[in-house]
């Protein structure tokens, strides 16, 4: 495999280098790409700015195999790179030396190194557009404008705070939460305060926090309540919400592809296909179901965060306990 200095994606992205690039990051595994793919390609497809894109991965194995994935799509001139956990030590140790918490969050689950990672790549205050790669881009659009503070998030009812020992854990250290939080697109600048970063991490349960990827979500919900911002318009910005009804149908034998058609398709910027949704894109694809055909590139309303109080939380997590022991969750679990 050819090192950074020789990869030939360097040479591929020439034509775009005087051309200011959108800072776009996104951890990736190999064997996300069944569905990853339809987010990269819909991205080099549909964004009408220029974006250098940088791949977050596990191993060096995991670095060669993405980068062979890439090379073969039509990035269309946008910048791409992959890194792997090992290709950022010696920042991390720079970055991070008095930041004894972060270093051991950066090392649980991959997920969470969405936080850590891109401060790793990026000089400071750079843009920080933060994506997962189960998202789709079904229009011709532009990424909103990344504020100079604050923190811009998806917004999606109710929320993905989860596990409730740790969302518990910051209610009795009195952190505060951003409410309806999604975490599919993020903006962010490289200007965290590491200090309360740390500490945060360190007050949430530090090196014992379970490692769950839904982990990344409070520490995002806690940023939001410290540095301010707000969701993006979730006109354009949709993340899919397996409502009751949807459950129902599913149950009755309706097919993703179905389901998905009820989406409107030619007014959004992003789809973020949370959960089984995102196995449904491949044939919703196939059926031009996902290309909306519009071009979106005025910017979105940003909706102001709303705090999680304590009393909401008790009441959802009794409200999920009863229909728990009602059986809705057996009877309606993803298949």
């Known amino acids: 495999m050819p090192s950074k200095e020789t990869r030939p994606i360097r040479k591929l992205s020439r034509d ?3 051309t200011p690039s959108r800072h776009l990051y996104m951890v990736l595994s190999p064997r996300s790409l069944v569905y990853a793919r339809h987010a990269l390609e819909s991205l080099f497809r549909n964004s009408s700015e220029s974006v250098h894109l940088r791949l977050i991965t596990d191993s060096v194995r995991d670095e060669e195999e993405l980068s062979m994935a890439i090379a073969s799509l039509n990035t269309n001139g946008h910048r791409w790179e992959v890194y792997s956990e090992q290709d950022l030590t010696d920042r991390e140790a ?3 030396t008095r930041h004894e918490n972060l270093r051991t969050f950066r090392h649980g689950h991959p997920c969470w190194r969405k936080i850590t990672d891109p401060l790793l790549l990026s ?3 750079a843009e ?3 994506l997962d790669p189960d998202l789709y881009f079904p229009n011709r659009f532009q990424f909103e404008q990344t504020p100079d503070s604050g923190l811009l998030l998806m917004w999606q009812r109710p929320n993905c705070l989860f596990p409730p020992s740790v969302v518990r854990t910051a209610i ?6 951003a409410h309806h939080v999604d ?3 993020a903006h962010w600048r490289a200007s965290a ?3 309360w970063l740390d500490w945060l991490v360190g007050r949430l349960g530090g090196a014992a926090l379970p490692r769950m990827m839904h982990v990344e979500a409070i520490v995002w919900a806690a940023l939001a309540m410290r ?4 969701h993006l318009d979730p006109a354009y910005w949709k993340c899919w919400r397996r409502l009751p009804s949807r459950r129902v149908l599913t149950k009755l034998g309706w097919s993703g592809l179905r389901i998905l058609r009820s989406e409107p398709w030619s007014s959004l910027k992003c789809f973020h296909a949370g959960g089984e949704a995102k196995w449904w894109l491949d044939a919703a694809r196939q059926e031009g179901l996902l290309e909306g055909g519009a071009e979106l590139r005025s910017p979105g309303c940003i909706v102001p965060y709303v705090e999680l109080r304590p009393e909401e939380f008790v009441r959802e997590r009794a409200f999920k306990q009863v229909l728990k022991v009602m059986g809705y969750y057996q009877i309606f679990r993803s298949t």
Do not use: K, M, N
């Not at 009795?172 to 939460?177: D, E, N, S, W």
């Not at 540095?227 to 707000?230: R, S």
């Open 16 to 18: 775009r280098c005087l």
């Open 94 to 96: 720079e970055l991070f």
């Open 123 to 125: 000089e400071p205050d």
């Open 128 to 130: 920080l557009i933060l």
């Open 172 to 177: 009795a250290g009195q952190i505060r939460l």
């Open 183 to 185: 975490i599919g697109v």
């Open 193 to 195: 305060d590491l200090d």
């Open 227 to 230: 540095v301010g911002g707000g």
